[in-house]
Every structure is written in C-alpha cells, then in structure tokens.
C-alpha cells in the first residue's frame, strides 16, 4: 500500500538556522499539506498546496515558513532562522482530491536548542 | 469559520468495556468529518470518516462513528475496547473546498487490564 514518506525523522538544529522537512507524497495525490503538533497540543494546519502554489495558508505560516514541490516526488517546508517556539512534530499530508482522505506521514520531530 | 471540540481530554476505561468518545464541530457550511488514530510515537491514521450517505460510518477495527447533523456531533464508540486500542485519538472536520483539516484537541483514550 502507498504511504507518504518523510525524512529525517528527527532534525535537532540550533536556534536562528535554517531547516527543511522533506516529504514524498503518494504518487498520485494532487493536493498536499504540511501541519504540526507542539508536544501536548493538537494537531495545527500550516498550509496546502495544489499545482505548484499555495492554496491556503494559516497565521502560523508566516514569512518565515516556505514550501516547494522542487520535482515530481518531493515537496518541502523550510523554516528559515528557528525559534525555540518551533520545536514540534511536523506532519505532511497527501490526498487525491479536496476535502477527501489526507493520507499522513510519520511525521517529522523538530528540536530547537 | 470551522472548529472542533473533543470534550474529554482522557478517558480511562477496562478492557472490554464499551467507550464513546465525544466530538462537536461547528461549521456554517457542509463538512467532512474525520477520526484519526495516533499510537505512540507514530503519526496519524485515518481511522473512519464521513463524507456522505449513510451517517453511520464503521471502521475495520470495530470502531463507529455517527454522523448527528442536528446535535453538530460525530461522536467515536467501541462496544467492547481492547489493551491495543491505547491511543490519541483526534476528530476533524474539512468543508470539502480547500481540503484543510481542523482537529479538535484530542482524547486519550487508556485502556487498563
């Protein structure tokens, strides 16, 4: 069965770097998003993303957050210069249509020393 | 805009007793309502959804949801829980046009001997 992939599974970086999350869709998914879990929280949507752009995005997703589908498989977040506050389990999420079934990955834990 | 309220933050219940786990959303368009599983340092997993049709949805597990458009309920039950239904569990809603997912803040569910 396919299944969304994401690496590494665990980034520990240190506070005002640079990281990106890197995600494999299932192949034949269309739409794509990116959320995170703080530690004790609920899961939080950070964007969408649907032919090569940016569908929708929430307050969390600011200036310092990007995504790109830089080929045909893989589709990234990069947070640029990291805040303690950053540190949380980020997921992507992959569906074949909008509003269906979003198939998630394992999962991404970021640390920010 | 769309939110989700888990009402219980844990629920500890014995093996083979029955559970509900309750989830209300509110929303002023037409949704998409789902439950994901999470186990222990794993990622989310799609455990049941409602999309249309018939308000009663099942999962492979034993698990049910039914879909109460009057009470904005789409609460979880079990008749009879085992050791392994240990889990995070998380309702969400989608309105179907842009794909997001609003989560509530999730039950844990503990199941003891």
């Known amino acids: 069965e396919p299944e969304v992939t994401q690496t590494p599974s665990h980034q520990v970086t240190q506070m005002g770097q640079e990281v990106i999350l890197r995600c494999v869709p299932i192949?034949?998914?269309?739409?794509f998003y990116w959320y995170r879990q703080i530690l004790g929280q609920k899961v939080e949507f950070l964007v969408s993303f649907y032919n090569n752009e940016i569908s929708e995005k929430s307050e969390i997703f600011d200036d310092q957050f990007s995504v790109e589908r830089p080929d045909g498989s893989n589709f990234t977040l990069k947070i640029r210069s990291t805040k303690l506050e950053d540190s949380a389990m980020y997921f992507c999420?992959?569906?074949?249509?909008?509003?269906?079934?979003?198939?998630f990955g394992p999962g991404t834990r970021l640390t920010v020393l | 805009a769309q939110s989700v309220t888990q009402l219980d933050s844990q629920v500890p219940v014995f093996e083979e007793a029955p559970v509900e786990l309750r989830c209300n959303y509110s929303?002023?368009?037409?949704?998409?309502l789902f439950w994901y599983v999470q186990y222990p340092n794993q990622g989310l997993q799609l455990l049941l959804k409602y999309l249309s049709g018939s308000t009663l949805v099942e999962s492979i597990n034993g698990f049910e949801a039914e879909f109460n458009k009057s009470q904005t309920s789409f609460h979880l039950r079990k008749p009879s829980v085992h050791i392994s239904d240990t889990a995070e569990y998380f309702c969400?809603?989608?309105?179907?046009?842009?794909?997001?997912?609003?989560f509530g803040q999730g039950t844990t569910l503990q199941v003891k001997p």
């Open positions: 929303s002023s368009v037409s949704v998409y």
């Open positions: 969400a809603v989608s309105d179907g046009n842009t794909g997001k997912l609003i």
């Open positions: 999420a992959s569906s074949p249509v909008p509003g269906g079934t979003q198939y």
């Open positions: 192949s034949n998914h269309l739409y």
